[in-house]
């Protein structure tokens, strides 16, 4: 005759699978979120060829575009999806998958404290380098600037995980779409990941040329 299992053995069972559970589930996670890592740079990487490739046909120019949301905001500034129409395949490059539209480190008049979450409201996850530079490209996107004319390629931002829209006006809104991280993609066409911490200050350094 098969013995029962007694309360205690029960308990045991439950406790065991209970930390095992805590011990996995976060390993779980953090494999998922690193998994959305690597699509994401891959996404950066696939936007960087794109406008590699712009740069070639249009005399190393970059593409005039507003910024890279504010759907509709002016019509002879497209949004540089738009822009970048005949050069993308798949439309989900513009999206990171971590991409919960929360922001990092923002201010009280936040655009983003007063509207919707950033990708849902414009669809994309990434932001075309903007705001208050030293050049004429930055509140209407690059503009048609010469990529020969940037003095720091491997280090000056071209897309990335921000918003350069704020109520503090001179500081850009970073998106977390990675445990403390942010993906930067640079004018050289070069990958990194950043600490918001790293690039969230007055002057906005590492957007400037």
């Known amino acids: 005759m098969r013995r029962a299992f007694t309360l205690i053995e029960l308990l045991v069972v439950i406790t065991?699978?209970?930390?095992?559970?805590?011990?996995?589930?976060?390993?779980?996670?953090?494999?998922?979120?690193?998994?959305?890592?690597?699509?994401?740079?891959?996404?950066?990487?696939q936007i960087g060829c794109a406008l590699g490739s712009y740069l070639r046909d249009w005399d190393d120019k970059y593409p005039w575009a507003y910024r890279a949301f504010d759907i509709g905001a002016v019509p002879t500034h497209p949004q540089l999806w738009e822009a970048m129409s005949g050069y993308t395949r798949d439309a989900r490059i513009w999206v990171c998958p971590s991409d919960t539209g929360e922001t990092f480190l923002t201010g009280p008049m936040s655009y983003h404290r007063l509207t919707p979450p950033f990708h849902s409201h414009t669809g994309l996850s990434y932001g075309y380098l903007g705001l208050e530079s030293p050049i004429p490209v930055l509140y209407y996107g690059f503009a048609g600037y010469p990529s020969s004319k940037i003095r720091r390629p491997s280090s000056t931002m071209i897309m990335s995980e921000f918003r350069p829209w704020h109520g503090n006006y001179r500081r850009t809104e970073i998106f977390l779409n990675s445990p403390g991280l942010f993906n930067v993609l640079y004018c050289d066409g070069h990958i990194a990941q950043k600490t918001a911490r790293q690039w969230y200050d007055e002057q906005n350094a590492a957007f400037r040329p």
């Open 16 to 45: 065991v699978i209970a930390i095992l559970a805590a011990i996995l589930f976060p390993v779980f996670a953090r494999a998922r979120e690193n998994g959305r890592r690597v699509v994401c740079i891959s996404n950066l990487r």
